[in-house]
């Protein structure tokens, strides 16, 4: 079976309860996921799926066409699926089309962010038929996964479970809280907590980095997926923003504090233990609540690392 779906790293994190529930259903079947390269690759042996494929392949491009289905190249690589399950141009006559003729089996066609009320993972699972399946949101870790998170904790002179991660970026700025005061409270949680920082930058927020560097604060960026929910896994908690990454920490196992801006948290929060700060004025959103729900969430015993 082959899942096709287009979304960003959060997208994908809250479609994973319905990759589980598709292998549920689908027991003897061996599930493909093509979506963006750097996702593909990362869901593969960790999101429920055997093996990932680049959404970006000209097989994928040859479908948008007229005679897409005649595609040689198309017919091959669609053809060997049994069955295809499709998140991507739901509304796209020639994509609809092209697939159903390629694809060797049956093709069902799905909304890539569903209509409806309630958490996007559970309108996924009920667009697949399986609204009465656990929205189980999990990360199968690799030993790899964590000898490279182990690699980074070593160079920073960190110690597992004594350390928080600080997500200070997102896909939009207009998420984003303060990066000054992510900074204050880096210094907040080494002071009060005694536990040590540690800011994970994407290319988005590199420059960023003079800021906490100035702040004396451990900065990581350019790491693999993999292994920042590694560490993550290894870390006593987060605190970030309205994200992909914070997605992917709570995915990882790890508790923490999500910020929330204008995006409703109903639909979009994270799953797993965490707690959400909803402010729709980002920058009336003081350190102390953010600082408090760390500590309560600390004092209520989910700050235990699981390493």
Same mark, same amino acid.
């Given at each position: ?20 529930? !598709? ?10 996921? +093509?979506?963006? #390269? ?19 392949r000209r097989e994928m491009s040859a479908m948008f066409r007229q005679d897409g289905a005649s595609d040689l190249a198309a017919q091959e690589f669609f053809g060997r699926f049994e069955e295809i399950c499709s998140f ?37 699972? *009920?667009?697949?038929?399986? #609204? ?42 207009? *998420? ?16 009060? +907590?005694?536990?040590? #920082? !540690? ?8 420059d960023l980095r003079p800021l906490f560097h100035d702040y004396k604060i451990a900065v990581v960026s350019t790491l693999s997926l993999a292994t920042v929910a590694a560490l993550a896994d290894f870390a006593a908690g ?46 009336? !959103?003081?350190? #102390? ?19």
């Amino acid at each position: 079976m082959l899942i096709i779906f287009p979304g960003a790293l959060g997208d994908l994190i809250c479609v994973g309860p319905a990759i589980r529930a !598709l292998q549920r259903m689908n027991p003897a079947a061996s599930l493909e996921l +093509m979506a963006r #390269a750097e996702l593909a690759d990362f869901a593969a042996g960790r999101l429920g799926v055997a093996a990932g494929h680049s959404i970006d392949r000209r097989e994928m491009s040859a479908m948008f066409r007229q005679d897409g289905a005649s595609d040689l190249a198309a017919q091959e690589f669609f053809g060997r699926f049994e069955e295809i399950c499709s998140f991507f141009a739901f509304d796209d006559p020639n994509y609809r089309r092209n697939l159903e003729l390629a694809c060797g089996g049956s093709v069902t066609f799905h909304q890539f962010r569903p209509d409806g009320a309630g958490h996007i993972a559970e309108l996924y699972l *009920k667009s697949i038929g399986a #609204a009465a399946a656990p929205v189980e949101s999990r990360i199968d870790l690799m030993p790899a996964d964590h000898e490279a998170a182990a690699e980074v904790i070593t160079r920073l002179n960190l110690i597992p479970g004594e350390f928080v991660m600080l997500f200070p970026g997102s896909g939009s700025q207009k *998420k984003n809280w303060l990066a000054k005061r992510f900074a204050r409270l880096a210094l907040e949680i080494e002071h009060r +907590m005694r536990k040590r #920082a !540690l800011a994970v930058l994407g290319p988005a927020e590199e420059d960023l980095r003079p800021l906490f560097h100035d702040y004396k604060i451990a900065v990581v960026s350019t790491l693999s997926l993999a292994t920042v929910a590694a560490l993550a896994d290894f870390a006593a908690g987060f605190v970030g923003n309205d994200s992909g990454v914070s997605h992917l920490a709570a995915a990882a196992g790890a508790r923490g504090v999500v910020i929330f801006g204008p995006t409703d948290p109903a639909r979009w929060r994270p799953l797993g233990r965490v707690t959400v700060l909803s402010a729709p004025d980002l920058e009336a !959103l003081e350190l #102390a609540p953010v600082l408090d729900a760390l500590q309560a969430a600390s004092a209520a015993g989910l700050s235990v690392a699981r390493r």
